[in-house]
C-alpha cells in the first residue's frame, strides 16, 4: 500500500503542491517563532545572570526569609573563609563579596536616596560583564573612594566624570557617617529601575561607611548556566545550613520567571493557531482530491478492497505528504534562521530597560521536534474526515463517477 500511496501522491502533482507549501508554512514558522523566543529567553538570561545577580549567592541563614529588612543583623563575618572551601569547584569563574546599604546621595544642591553596594572590583568586572559603561570606566583594585552611578541617578543628581558625591547612611552601629566619593563612571544595567537608585563602590569605603568587616553576600559566576544546580547541590554539602542559605539565580530573577512564562504562553497560542491553519488548509486540498478521485475509489472496492483499505490508503498518502511538507519546512526554517541570525534584528529595549538588543534564531532541536511532529500530525488528523467520508460512498454510486 506504501508503493500505491507513492504513486498516488507525485500523480496529483497540483494537489500535492499545494498540501506542502501548507505544512512547510506551517513548520517553517514553527521553527523561526520557537527558535525566536528562545534566543529572547536566552539573552535576557544571561543579561540578568550577568549584570548583577551571578549564578549563585550565598547569604547568611535566615536573610532570605528576613526579606532583607535587618540587613546588618546577617552580615557574613568570615567571607574569607567561606570563600576557601567555595574556591576548590571546577566550574567557578569568579567570586565576590557585595556589602549592600542605603542612603542618601548628595551633589551639594540635592540628595536623593539610594541603594548602594561595596564591591571588589575585580571579581565584579566578571560577573557584571552585561553592564555598559555609559561615561568613564569601573572600578579598580587601586580606587579608594571612588564611585559609579546608575544611569537614571546620575541623571536625576546632573552629575559626570570628574564630579564629587556624597554618601550619607547610618552605619551598623545606628550612628550617622558620611565621605565623599569622586564620580568615576555611570553604567547602565538590564533594569532601569535599578538604575534609577543604584550606585557602587569598593568594598573597603563601603566597610569603612558601615563600619563592619562583614558582607551581605558572596556571589558566584559559573562557566555554564546549565551547572547551576549541581554547583548549589555540592555548595550545600561544604557549607554548614545552620549558617549559610544558598539561593540560585532563577530564585532571585522574578522579572525573568514572569517573562519566560508569558513567551511560553505566546509560543503556546502560536503553535495552536499554526496548527489551526494547517489543518483547514490540508483538509480543504484533501477534500478536492479525494472528491475528484471517487470513481477510482469505486473500481478498487468493486475489485475487492474495502472501505477501510480506502481509508488507510488516503491517510496514509496524506500522512506522506505530512512528513515531506515537515521536512522542507524543517530545512526552510533552518536555512532561514542562519540567514537572519547573520544579519540580526536590531530589537527595541525591553519593559523597564534602556538597553536595545540584536536578536538571532536559535536552532532548538526540541523546536524544531515539535514542529516536524506538528506538520504530519495536522497532517493526518486534517485527512481524517475527507477520508472516512471518501470509504463510505456506496460503491454503485462511485462507479457512476469513474465512467
Known amino acids: 500500500m506504501i508503493t500505491l500511496a507513492l504513486r498516488n ?37 544571561e543579561s540578568t545572570i550577568k549584570s548583577r545577580l551571578g549564578h549563585l549567592q550565598i547569604y547568611k541563614a535566615g536573610l532570605y526569609e528576613s526579606g532583607g529588612q535587618r540587613p546588618f543583623d546577617y552580615l557574613i563575618d568570615d567571607a574569607k573563609g567561606a570563600q576557601k572551601t567555595i574556591g576548590g569547584l571546577p566550574e ?28 571588589e572590583p575585580e571579581a565584579e568586572r566578571r560577573i557584571g560583564s552585561s553592564m555598559t559603561m ?9 580606587d579608594r573612594f571612588a564611585i559609579v552611578l546608575g544611569e537614571g541617578l546620575a541623571k536625576a543628581l546632573k552629575v559626570g566624570v570628574g564630579d564629587s558625591v556624597n554618601l550619607l547612611l547610618n552605619t551598623r552601629g545606628g550612628a550617622m557617617n558620611t565621605l565623599d566619593f569622586e564620580v568615576v563612571g555611570v553604567f ?14 569598593p568594598l573597603s569605603a563601603a566597610a569603612e561607611l558601615v563600619d563592619t568587616q562583614g558582607v551581605n553576600a558572596i556571589v558566584l559566576l559559573l562557566r555554564d548556566t546549565a ?22 539565580w532563577l530564585e532571585l530573577a522574578d522579572f525573568y520567571v514572569s517573562t519566560k512564562a508569558f513567551y ?24 478536492m482530491t479525494l472528491h475528484e478521485r ?10 475487492g478492497r474495502r472501505g477501510a483499505d480506502v481509508f488507510r490508503l488516503a491517510v496514509l498518502e496524506t500522512a506522506i505528504l505530512g512528513a515531506i511538507g515537515s521536512t522542507l519546512g524543517v530545512s526552510i526554517g533552518v536555512a532561514l ?25 536559535r536552532l532548538v532541536p526540541s523546536v524544531i521536534a515539535v514542529a516536524f511532529a506538528v506538520g504530519i500530525a495536522g497532517a493526518v488528523v486534517a485527512s481524517l474526515l475527507p477520508a472516512r467520508k471518501a470509504a463510505r460512498i456506496p460503491v454503485v454510486e462511485a462507479l457512476r463517477q469513474a465512467i
Open 227 to 248: 551547572q547551576t544546580d549541581r554547583v548549589r547541590d555540592a555548595l550545600t554539602a561544604r557549607l554548614p545550613a545552620n549558617r549559610y542559605e544558598i539561593k540560585t
Open 134 to 142: 555609559l561615561h568613564g570606566r569601573r572600578l579598580a583594585s587601586s
Open 264 to 287: 511560553e504562553r505566546q509560543f503556546a497560542v502560536l503553535q495552536g493557531i499554526i496548527l489551526v491553519m494547517v489543518l483547514l488548509s490540508v483538509a480543504n486540498t484533501v477534500n
Open 188 to 201: 547602565r544595567s538590564m533594569s532601569r529601575e535599578y538604575d534609577a537608585r543604584a550606585i557602587q563602590i
Open 337 to 361: 534562521a542562519l540567514l537572519i541570525s547573520a544579519i540580526g534584528i536590531p530589537m527595541p529595549p525591553g519593559p523597564g530597560s534602556e538597553a536595545e538588543l540584536i536578536a538571532t534564531i
Open 92 to 119: 567557578l569563574v569568579a567570586q565576590a563579596q557585595r556589602l549592600s546599604f542605603s542612603g542618601l546621595a548628595s551633589n551639594g544642591r540635592g540628595e536623593l536616596p539610594i541603594l548602594g553596594e561595596g564591591v
Open 294 to 303: 471517487t470513481g477510482e475509489f469505486g473500481v478498487m472496492r468493486a475489485l
Open 9 to 45: 501522491v507525485l500523480r496529483q502533482r497540483m494537489r500535492t503542491a499545494l498540501t506542502l507549501g501548507a505544512v512547510a508554512l506551517g513548520v517553517a514558522s514553527l521553527v523561526l517563532a520557537g527558535g525566536y523566543v528562545e534566543d529572547a529567553l536566552v539573552q535576557l538570561r
